[in-house]
């Protein structure tokens, strides 16, 4: 039996909060304050674990966190004025609304109203369409924060086979974009894949956003296999990811753990995502963005010790 490696979000995370800080303070010595709205409507599980976690991130590098909540029952015309005040707001530096929306409220709503220069989870068309031509832009902070913990340990993605489960718009298919952008050969799997585990097993990294406790099992990995989790699945009160550590470990050469992998990468690039909206819009532009996120010089970050 190998021993896989463990790859632990907190050293990538701890070296991206540094530099977020030191950006933060800079902007804040100018009289620049940063907050960061996070919009929840209604009450979900994983949406609430994620929230603590984005305002712990927050808070270490000196953001503001101003969390909105409104009721499960809220209609459209309520939700759209609510974006709209937040997109004028300038005391709001970045919105992050926090998805799943209960069923009658349609995700389009906020991609069609919130403010690209505040969308710091990348969901608006400007943002994609931008991610999608390789063009500066706010990117979603899942998908780049795994690039980045990948980056981190220095795994190599160029000329590998990735096969991404799940195709949300937040996390799957611009990860299978990103993916695509620094040469990986990337297949984009989703519920109705008739032989998921056919295709896994081929491939040299495994991203899982599927949000099925335990979906990936040792056998539909390949030996040697990276594994990347991004579920945060809620089972009894506790936070497990989609995949299956007791089996995969056996097999994989490197998994993230969950909780402790891709979330607090993710909680920093949201950040990090904020101060950069703050430096666009100080900028009037995405070109203030180039340098940190063009995907053709991906930022390294260097391992520490
Ligand atoms: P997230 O926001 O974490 O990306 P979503 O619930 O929006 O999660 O999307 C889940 C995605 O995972 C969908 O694209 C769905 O097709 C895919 N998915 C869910 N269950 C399975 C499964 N058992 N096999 C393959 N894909 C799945």
Redesign the pocket.
């Known amino acids: 039996m190998t021993t896989a490696r463990i790859l632990s979000g907190s050293p990538p995370a701890a070296a991206l909060r540094r530099q977020t800080a030191a950006a933060a303070a800079l902007l804040r010595d100018r009289g620049i304050g940063l907050t960061l709205a996070t919009l929840l409507v209604g009450d979900e599980a994983a949406a609430s674990v994620y929230r603590a976690q984005i305002e712990r991130a927050l808070q270490g590098v000196g953001i503001g966190h101003l969390p909105v909540t409104l009721p499960a029952a809220t209609d459209e015309v309520r939700l759209v004025r609510v974006i709209e005040a937040l997109n004028l707001d300038q005391g709001v530096t970045g919105v992050l609304v926090m998805?799943?929306l209960p069923n009658h409220l349609p995700t389009s709503l906020i991609q069609e109203h919130l403010s690209p220069l505040k969308d710091v989870d990348g969901i608006t068309p400007e943002n994609a369409g931008r991610l999608h031509l390789g063009l500066p832009a706010l990117r979603p902070s899942t998908p780049q924060g795994g690039i980045e913990l990948l980056d981190y340990y220095g795994i190599q993605l160029s000329g590998r086979l990735a096969v991404v489960?799940?195709?949300?718009s937040?996390?799957?298919r611009p990860l299978a974009m990103l993916l695509s952008l620094r040469d990986a050969t990337v297949t984009l799997?989703?519920?109705r894949?008739p032989d998921?585990a056919a295709l896994t097993r081929q491939a040299d990294l495994v991203a899982s956003?599927?949000?099925?406790a335990g979906?990936i099992r040792g056998e539909m990995v390949k030996s040697g296999a990276v594994v990347l989790d991004?579920g945060v699945d809620v089972v009894d009160g506790k936070v497990l990811g989609d995949v299956d550590v007791a089996t995969v470990a056996a097999v994989a050469a490197a998994y993230t753990p969950t909780p402790g992998g891709t979330g607090p990468v993710t909680a920093q690039v949201l950040a990090r995502n904020t101060v950069a909206a703050a430096f666009a819009a100080l900028g009037g532009g995405y070109e203030e963005l180039g340098r940190q996120t063009n995907p053709r010089s991906p930022r390294r970050l260097a391992p520490e010790g």
């Open positions: 998805l799943p489960v799940g195709r949300s937040v996390v799957g799997c989703h519920r894949t998921l956003a599927a949000g099925q979906l991004f």
